[in-house]
């Protein structure tokens, strides 16, 4: 077919919480129902273990992000949803795109400084991370990437690996194009600029509606609002990006003009947003409760088949290019 290829990844490191929902998640599941082009969703545990991490915890995350996506609404069946190292290729290719990158272009990668710094242990691991992840890509000659914009830079770096990989062994690989999530970033529940599942930060999407409220309850707001009678900003408050999110817009009036009039105190905003929440989340926790670990596990072996067959093709490909 001549639909374009899009690949997508997501680690196993943590919950998945509500910015991975409305920052990634959701779009993937609109782009699935759309089914106009075709679509790959890959659980990168690879990436997951660049970082401290424990095997049993690991494993068990893989089911439960896995159950989260098809619940969210990546259907097996419409897309291909797998696990990283189902796909040994994946760890193959990035050896061979390794060899085609300079050590100065993984050095100025921002993310690895941000994630090396500081720390007692950096893995080798974490420093290779984008060229696995430039493997991950160019393994099924996906040409479209959705991220975020912590993820550009990585995306960039794949593209140039294209072009020294081609130049140097022949036309192998087109070129990938970031694709920017349109969603705004959800903050950290404790006013940091990202939720994050290693921030210890978030709201867990599939969480107990009453665990949900919990952490909503207590989530930082305009800090500079002290008390309901001053007037509050929401164009700075996370509570408000997110009723953006998930609320209707005269809802989003209303909490709005409430806000700035400071006539709704915070938990005012976040008993309805709570509520918006519920109501767009009640039809995905019921699916998700329909799912069982077997259910999961064979929608990830049909996964890993499918997208083996391409894998082994690029790898052979890659293989004869380089006269391996
Ligand atoms: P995390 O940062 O929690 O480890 P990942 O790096 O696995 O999440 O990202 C998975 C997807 O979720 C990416 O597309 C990323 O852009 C999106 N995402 C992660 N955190 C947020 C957030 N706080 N707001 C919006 N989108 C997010
Ligand atoms: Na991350």
Redesign the pocket.
């Known amino acids: 077919t001549d639909r374009a290829r899009v690949f ?7 919950e998945f ?9 959701r779009q993937w599941a609109s782009m699935v129902r759309d089914q106009k082009e075709e679509l790959l969703f890959c659980i ?1 545990d690879a ?1 997951a273990i660049t970082v401290p991490f424990e095997p049993a915890e690991l494993k068990r995350r893989i089911l439960a992000l896995t159950r989260d996506l098809i619940a969210c609404g990546l259907d097996p069946d419409k897309c291909t949803l797998f696990v990283q190292s189902d796909v040994p290729e994946h760890t193959e290719l990035a050896w061979y795109l390794a060899a085609v990158t300079p050590m100065g272009d993984l050095g100025r990668m921002t993310q690895f400084k941000e994630k090396s710094e500081n720390k007692d242990f950096v893995s080798c691991a974490l420093f290779t991370y984008p060229v696995l992840m430039s493997a991950d890509i160019l393994l099924y000659k996906a040409t479209v990437v ?6 550009v830079q990585h995306v960039e770096l794949a593209r140039e690996t294209v072009r020294r990989f081609n130049h140097r062994f022949g036309e192998i690989f087109p070129e990938p194009h970031p694709r920017l ?1 349109t ?6 529940v404790d006013g940091n600029a ?6 210890n930060n ?1 709201i867990a999407t599939f969480s107990p509606p009453d665990e949900f409220w919990g952490k909503l309850r207590t989530a930082f707001t305009d800090p500079q609002r002290l008390r309901k009678s001053d007037p509050g900003r929401p164009e700075v408050c996370n509570i408000y990006t997110m009723h953006k999110a998930v609320s209707p817009e005269a809802t989003c009036n209303e909490v709005y003009a409430n806000c700035t009039q400071a006539k709704w105190g915070c938990m005012d905003c976040k008993k309805v947003l709570w509520e918006n929440f519920d109501r767009e989340l009640t039809p995905l926790r019921e699916k998700r409760a329909s799912l069982d670990d077997d259910a999961v596990r064979a929608a990830l072996a049909k996964g890993a088949e499918k997208a083996r067959a391409t894998a082994k093709e690029t790898v052979t490909e890659v293989r004869t290019a380089m006269g391996l």
């Open positions: 997508s990844g997501i680690q196993p490191s943590g919480h509500i910015g991975n929902y409305l920052g990634a998640a990168v990436h959705p991220v975020g914009d912590d993820q999530s969603a705004t970033r959800i903050k950290g990202k939720m994050s599942k290693s921030k978030s």
